[in-house]
């Protein structure tokens, strides 16, 4: 089916959001949507955006909306935890419309292709950046391009799953138009959020007036300079694009003017890379929007006196990093590029700021021990943290540490895998890398929830648990899990199995772990 307008032919195409968890509501914008439906509509083609990660409408209202806008595409976009969510609309969107191809993009596709093709039952899958390569798909759905000639699609020919080689994306991504905010409910996203409690010890520090608790999200760059074992960004999504201050002005000024939006989370995770751009940063914030407030992803060692002084000079309220483990083994084996003191200084330079600090925890990587976990819980109590995410280390498809895990035996059914860590987080724990029961590896956790909150009493500063959560973490926790190891160390002296607490890991020469494309580098 395709359309004419005066100036040429159009297609019509359904973008369709997910929900992240459907116990949970999504509060920020979709913004990978956002950025294909604006791309697409300055190409002449007609976009409608079903924003299911809003609305969690159930699917009979889903098929009443695309019979009604008659796309020639229907576009899903999503990340690992939908899976189940996208394969039960998948089937039922091929089952009312068969003649209307299905196309699968996000985070969901990396090294998800074959499930998504041949359990899911989309037509096509497209990895990495989209806006190019959906372009050329619906070139030729048009008929000006060959299938094969479509960078980044997968699709079944002839029973086998066929991948087109290359990778297209925009040399300067300035060229990117600004999202497609107009496509969705921007009055619920940017109130989604209506208490921000780290925006509130910063005004309380600075005795700043508070804005409008109007929150919107801002791709400052894409990519990231590292490999993290558990991240996405080695084999997908590689290289660092940071956009120009002067095109995160207008962006913002977009959503400053047009939808009254007072505070901004800039992403990715490296926008604030060295400490010249920060300062032409903050300066521009502060000359054009100085009732505006943002906060910033960055890395522990980008963490300077000259960075934060420059940030300090404008409304940055929080700083937040992935710290992970406070032990320097842990650290190698996930890649991180990063030593334990680093954590600890760059938690202690935002902490002597007005800026928050914030950084995030995993426990239960492989080698972790009983040793390395007290490394980390006594770095938390030298940095003085208080606050921080404490996830279990999974592993996502397209990470390092995902294909570890395949090639090791450790996930022997991929669909089944996927199954389990759908609708999940990452406090829920998947797999166990220790030699320790499961739960101890959970105890593992709430040591670490455990110290955080007793920084909270060095401080001076009252609990933040309930009651019963307080005598769980602070007084049965530590019982049993010092219990347990007292337990091993008597069995140790009877079978050797229980001396060696650490588990056997093939590292590379990065000092992670070590999977077979390492030999073809």
Known sequence: MVFFLEEGPYMRIVLITTPTRTYMPNTVLPMGVLYLASYLGTHGHSVKIIDI???????????????????????????????????????????????????????????????????????????????????YFLDFLEGKRKREDVPQLSYLKDGAIMRNEGHIFFDNIDDMQFPAYDKVDMQYYLTAIPNNLKLAIYLAKTGKKAPPMRFAPVIGALGCTDRCAFCIHEFEYRGFRVHSTGYVMRNIEILYKDYGARIFGMGEDLFLYNPKQAREFSAMMTNNFPDAYFSCSIRADYVTHELLEALEGSNCYYLAYGFESGDDTILKILGKRMSRSTNIKAYQLISDTAITPACSFMVGTPGETRDTLRNTINAIKEAGITDSAVFFTTPYPGSRLFRWCTEQGLIKNTVRYLEIVANRDAMVLTINFTKYPDIVVKLMRMMVLKELDKNLFRAGKASKLAPYKFVMIHIITPLVYETYFVLRKICGLLFARFRDESTRIVLNDKGTVSISEDLKR
Do not use: M, W
């Not at 191809?101 to 989309?122: A, F, K, R, S």
């Open 53 to 135: 990660a809003r609305t969690r409408q159930d699917e009979a209202t889903t098929l009443a909306e695309v019979g009604e806008f008659a796309p020639d595409v229907i576009g899903i976009s999503g990340i690992i935890t939908a899976y189940l969510f996208v394969r039960s609309l998948t089937k039922t969107l091929k089952k009312a419309f068969p003649r209307i191809p299905v196309i699968v993009g996000g985070h969901i596709t990396i090294d998800n292709i074959e499930q998504l093709i041949l359990d899911v039952g989309c037509d096509y899958v497209v990895v990495g950046y989209g806006e190019k390569p959906l372009l």
